[in-house]
């Protein structure tokens, strides 16, 4: 079998990337950051998602040896100059705190009519091959932030976010149909066959 690391411990990143991967490259098995020896996990410091999903990508690669994913997202608000952006995580204090966030980004838009309320999640997901090579791919999902929270899948802020040409916030949706357009599920398809090319000429170096 030939594995690939996801630099995570999100059981649903670590799902959806299987699922994505598994018509991409048959036989293929992703370990998650709580399938290999611990190691020192880098901060985030950049202040892009690519920055930050390169960082995790290149610990988990001289970490493993493994072919190394590392996803980085947040959400980008039109009438908050493309904030919290890759701060998403941290938005309404210290801790990584969905509600404290949410209520934060209301208040911040409370002013903010409806025409402005336009917003994009976005997702870097960087690849690091052994031996040399690295890709970045992203992708976007664009919507507008709500005045109140609805629905109760997802996470973050889902229950604050329409998307584009829905009248359900993504944590109303079903997990599948956010998939489909959404900013991870979107890049996370753009890198599946980066992964495939490098996993087969893998295959066929080691024989
Ligand atoms: P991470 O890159 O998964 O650590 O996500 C950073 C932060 O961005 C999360 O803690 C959420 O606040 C926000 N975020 C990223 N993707 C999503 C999403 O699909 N739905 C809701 N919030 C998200």
């Not at 109140?148 to 584009?164: H, K, S």
Request: proline share 5%; hydrophobic share 40%; with cysteine.
């Amino acid at each position: 079998m030939s594995q690939l690391f996801l630099a995570t411990r999100n059981p649903k990143k670590i799902e959806e990337l299987r699922r994505i991967l598994a018509t991409a490259i048959p036989g293929s098995g992703v370990l998650g950051l709580d399938d290999v020896t611990a190691y020192d996990e880098p901060a985030e410091t950049e202040s892009t998602f690519e920055g930050n999903a390169l960082i995790k990508a290149r610990a988990g690669l001289a970490a493993t040896g493994l072919p190394s994913l590392a996803d980085d997202s947040g959400l980008c608000v039109d009438a908050l100059n493309g904030m919290p952006g890759v701060l998403s995580a941290r938005w309404g204090g210290a801790a990584k705190d969905d509600a404290a966030n949410n209520r934060l980004l209301l208040e911040q838009l409370v002013d903010v009519p409806d025409d402005r309320r336009g917003a994009t999640f976005r997702c870097a997901v960087a690849f690091c091959r052994p031996g040399g090579g690295e890709d970045v791919v992203f992708g976007d999902m664009r919507g507008r932030i709500i005045r109140e929270q609805r629905g109760t899948g997802g996470f973050g802020y889902d229950v604050v976010f329409v998307p584009e040409g829905e009248t359900r916030t993504s944590a109303e949706m079903p997990a599948d149909e956010k998939d489909a357009i959404s900013h991870r599920g979107t890049s996370l398809r753009a890198v599946a066959p980066l992964v495939a090319a490098a996993v087969s000429a893998r295959r066929g170096a080691l024989g």
